[in-house]
C-alpha cells in the first residue's frame, strides 16, 4: 500500500485479557517502530526493528509487551494480561533507516480500551 | 533521564497571527532534533535539526536550534485554520523521546 497501515483501528477488550496489534510498514522501509499516546501525553517509544538487527526494546514498559517482525514487514504488537493503563493509541511507524531514520511516516494507529 | 518539555500546552491565535512554539531538552548523546505536526492521530514530519543556529524551512514554517541553551523554537507565520493541530517536538538521543505537544487552534 501506498502509506503504514495498521489493525484494527478500535479494540476494546477486558482486562486480562491478550490482544495483539498489527502494522503493515511501507514496502521498502527496513526501519519499523512502534509507540504509544496516553490521554494528554506525548509519544512514548515502545520498541525500534531495523533490518535484521536484535531489535531495540528499552521501551516496552513491562514483560506483559513484546512485538515481532516477521520477513523483515509486518510487526505484531502483543500485550498480555491487559490492564487499564494500557488504554492508549498504539503508533506504528516506518522509514527507510539509516541516513533517513527520522523522516518517520506513522500509520493510523489503534485505539485500545481495557475495561 | 532524557526529557523534552514544550511550552505553551495550548495555544489559541487568530488567523494571520504569527506563532512561536518552544521546546527545550534534556537527552544524552544528541543526535537530532525533530518536530512533527499530529493531526487526527497520525504525526507528520516537519523539520529534523541538527546544528545549532541554522535554521529550516518550509513555506510559512521555519525552525531553529540552539544546542548551547538546549531548546528550539518553531515559528508559524501569517496562520491559517489549517495548521490547527498538535505540535510534537522530539529528540533523538539515545532514544527517541517526545515532548507532550502544543496544541495549537486557528480561529478564523
Known amino acids: 500500500g501506498a502509506g503504514v497501515s495498521q489493525s484494527p483501528s478500535n479494540k476494546v477488550t477486558e482486562k486480562g485479557k491478550d490482544v495483539e496489534l498489527r502494522c503493515d510498514p511501507i514496502?521498502?522501509?527496513?526501519?519499523l517502530y512502534w509507540y504509544r499516546q496516553s490521554l494528554g501525553q506525548g509519544l512514548e517509544f515502545l520498541i525500534y526493528?531495523?533490518?535484521?538487527?536484535?531489535?531495540?526494546k528499552s521501551g516496552l514498559p513491562s514483560d506483559r509487551f513484546s512485538a515481532e517482525r516477521t520477513g523483515g514487514s509486518v510487526s505484531t504488537l502483543t500485550i498480555q494480561r491487559t490492564q487499564q493503563e494500557d488504554s492508549a493509541v498504539y503508533l506504528c511507524?516506518?522509514?527507510?533507516?539509516?541516513?533517513?531514520?527520522?523522516?518517520?511516516?506513522f500509520g493510523p494507529g489503534t485505539r485500545l480500551t481495557v475495561t | 533521564e532524557d526529557k523534552v518539555v514544550q511550552s505553551p500546552l495550548s495555544l489559541v491565535v487568530h488567523e494571520g497571527d504569527t506563532v512561536t512554539l518552544n521546546c527545550s531538552y534534556e537527552?544524552?548523546?544528541?543526535?537530532?532534533l525533530l518536530w512533527y505536526k499530529q493531526e487526527k492521530k497520525a504525526p507528520t514530519f516537519l523539520f529534523m535539526l541538527?546544528?545549532?543556529?541554522i535554521e529550516k524551512k518550509s513555506g510559512r514554517l521555519s525552525s531553529i536550534l540552539d544546542k548551547k541553551e538546549l531548546f528550539s523554537i518553531l515559528n508559524i507565520t501569517a496562520t491559517q485554520t489549517g495548521d490547527s493541530a498538535i505540535y510534537l517536538c522530539?529528540?533523538?538521543?539515545?532514544?527517541?523521546?517526545f515532548g507532550a505537544g502544543t496544541i495549537l487552534r486557528v480561529k478564523s
Open positions: 511507524a516506518s522509514s527507510l533507516g539509516g541516513t533517513h531514520y527520522y523522516e518517520q511516516y
Open positions: 514496502s521498502g522501509h527496513t526501519a
Open positions: 526493528f531495523q533490518g535484521n538487527s536484535a531489535p531495540d
Open positions: 537527552v544524552t548523546n544528541f543526535r537530532s
Open positions: 541538527t546544528s545549532s543556529g
Open positions: 522530539a529528540v533523538d538521543g539515545n532514544k527517541l523521546v
